[in-house]
């Protein structure tokens, strides 16, 4: 029950999954192509060129670096949004649950198994499409250009380099709501004493 | 408001710092408004072309070139960091790009002597008279010069060290009768591009197939196959240049863009009907007075479609200024020379249209659905059922 109401209504908890993950798959995609293009220019021997690969690999990395600054940063906004509106789908049923005698902690305990499942969904949809997706897109270049196809991949590290920005950013994205929730409940408290 | 702001920053940093990567391939070539380089058909970019250096002579013989001049293209390894040596004639060099010396001077010039470019020569601390200790990544040739001054272009050219084209030779491991590409200055109105298709069919293979008459612009505007050699002006060709180099096209940039602005649809979604909710007494105190739910949808329309070009309009600039910023910040570079950031109308365009476009469909398909009869009502009912539902 408690996992039931944290979700709410399951159309509104899938659409704000695939929201996130779809920003969380654009970072994703963009790390699995930068991977491809390192190793495709790093071809394990050590010769006078290896500057040059090396020079090459991170004016990649610097332009991923720039792009994804500002995709986290609506990723953070985009989860603030999604808060919002989930604020406004959920403060009901919170608030009948306090006045249905459940403690003030529980609500929050019930918003925090909220956001780590709405982290989580997010950090899977978001890998495993924009992987999925660079992937085929690749694919469907080598068909097209009948040139070899590479293949984008994420290393253990970028998997979770992306946890900690989905989880970091949802959370971060949310802190308004929790601690306006908060004081709600404590003004509800003061008002049914 | 903010959050097409921050869509609008997002998709409009993706565009620019596409758009700017594009150009600064395309323009690592140095190429100018007014001149034509001619480079290898079989390389990829002008840094990995091998020409004879006998082409620049004939070519500076034809009706309307004014100077072609051969450079030689070399990237070379100096205090561990990769840079490119511009091996050309020094005199062409003043003629082409009119060099503002901030120190030391051409006069300056003499046997192991180069000079750099402003940014490079800020970003190694070297002034003039120092001495500069270059390694060849093609050639392993390693030769310590002298640092004979310090000049401003406003091209690539700052990013890049120049010298005598014996020293370009050298470092790019090329023969004395060879060199990367020849640099053309051109008199539009004398010069005829069917004399250079006649003479580049007839110095080489027919790789270009390219015969018979030929506009000026097509070879100063763009860059064509011709015989063995590709002619134009790779600054004023963009998507050529991206095409050979990476084998993508501009389509696929724009479409890279889009994609960021799709991904962010239900974020304008959620916020529309975030506002329609917030909003919803005052929507349903004028609907109940009479005003038609389409009247009220489009009076929205017209409200949030104006905050949009206001919001699309800031988020532009403001992401001109971060990917600027960045850029210079992070010292973010494109085949070793400093990213150029352009104002690109086409990115401004393509992230106005497309949030304006999420947005309608967002308000529309919210608008619709938060309006209907008794809707609201039904939705002040939807989480006591949820709750009532899970007990």
């Known amino acids: 029950m408690m996992f039931k109401l944290s979700i709410g209504k399951g159309e509104e908890f899938l659409n704000q999954s695939i929201t996130l993950g779809s920003i969380v798959a654009l970072i994703a995609g963009g790390l699995s192509v930068t991977n491809l293009s390192t190793s495709f220019l790093n071809v394990g021997t050590n010769s006078n060129y290896a500057p040059l690969v090396n020079s090459l690999s991170s004016e990649l990395t610097g332009l991923l670096f720039a792009w994804v600054l500002p995709v986290t940063f609506l990723l953070i906004f985009s989860s603030f949004i999604l808060g919002l509106r989930s604020g406004q789908l959920t403060s009901r049923t919170h608030t009948i649950l306090r006045y249905a005698g459940s403690p003030a902690g529980r609500v929050r305990q019930l918003m925090t198994i909220r956001l780590l499942l709405l982290s989580l969904t997010s950090w899977l949809f978001g890998w495993v499409g924009g992987l999925i997706v660079s992937q085929l897109a690749f694919r469907f270049v080598a068909i097209a250009t009948a040139s070899p196809y590479l293949i984008p991949f994420l290393s253990p590290l970028d998997i979770l380099v992306l946890a900690l920005m989905t989880f970091g950013s949802i959370f971060a994205g949310n802190s308004v709501l929790f601690l306006k929730t908060g004081s709600i409940i404590k003004e509800e408290e003061v008002v049914s004493l | ?391």
């Not at chain 2, 018979?212 to 060709?237: H, K, M």
């Not at chain 2, 959620?270 to 349903?284: A, C, D, K, R």
């Not at chain 2, 938060?370 to 009912?381: P, T």
């Open chain 2, 1 to 391: 408001m903010v959050v097409m702001i921050v869509v609008s920053v997002t998709a409009s940093t993706t565009g620019l710092l596409l758009t700017g990567a594009s150009y600064t391939v395309a323009a690592s070539s140095g190429s100018l408004p007014g001149t034509i380089t001619i480079y290898s058909y079989s390389s990829k970019l002008p840094l990995t072309s091998i020409i004879p250096i006998s082409l620049s002579m004939e070519v500076g013989r034809l009706p309307g070139v004014k100077e072609a001049t051969p450079e030689a293209l070399a990237p070379v390894l100096v205090d561990n960091q990769v840079l490119i040596l511009r091996g050309m004639n020094l005199t062409a060099f003043a003629e082409i790009y009119h060099p503002l010396f901030l120190s030391g001077g051409l006069g300056n010039a003499a046997n192991y002597t180069v000079f750099l470019g402003a940014t490079v020569a800020m970003q190694l601390l070297l002034r003039a008279g120092s001495p500069i200790s270059i390694i060849g990544l093609m050639s392993n040739h390693n030769v310590t010069m002298t640092v004979g001054g310090i000049f401003r272009t406003g091209t690539v050219l700052d990013d890049e060290i120049v010298s005598e084209i014996q020293t370009g030779q050298l470092m790019r491991g090329l023969g004395s009768d060879q060199a990367s590409l020849v640099s053309a200055t051109i008199t539009p109105s004398s010069f005829n591009a069917s004399s250079l298709v006649n003479l580049l069919n007839a110095s080489g293979s027919q790789t270009g197939k390219r015969t018979g008459y030929i506009q000026n612009s097509i070879i100063t505007s763009g860059l064509v196959g011709i015989g063995s050699y590709l002619a134009g002006n790779p600054s004023e060709a963009v998507g050529q240049v991206l095409s050979r180099a990476i084998g993508l096209s501009q389509n696929v940039l724009w479409a890279l863009v889009a994609i960021v602005s799709i991904c962010s649809v239900l974020s304008i979604y959620y916020s529309v009907s975030w506002m329609l909710e917030e909003n919803s007494g005052v929507i349903q105190l004028l609907n109940s007075m009479g005003m038609a739910r389409r009247g009220i949808l489009l009076r929205l329309l017209l409200l949030t479609l104006m905050l949009e070009l206001i919001a699309t309009s800031a988020g532009y600039l403001l992401a001109l200024l971060v990917s600027r910023a960045l850029a210079a910040q992070l010292g973010i570079s494109i085949l070793f020379h400093s990213i150029m950031i352009p104002n690109s109308p086409q990115v401004f365009a393509l992230s106005v249209g497309s949030v304006a476009l999420l947005l309608t469909v967002s308000l529309f398909r919210s608008g619709t659905f938060n309006l209907k009869e008794g809707n609201i009502a039904k939705q002040n009912f939807d989480s006591l059922e949820t709750f009532e539902d899970t007990m």
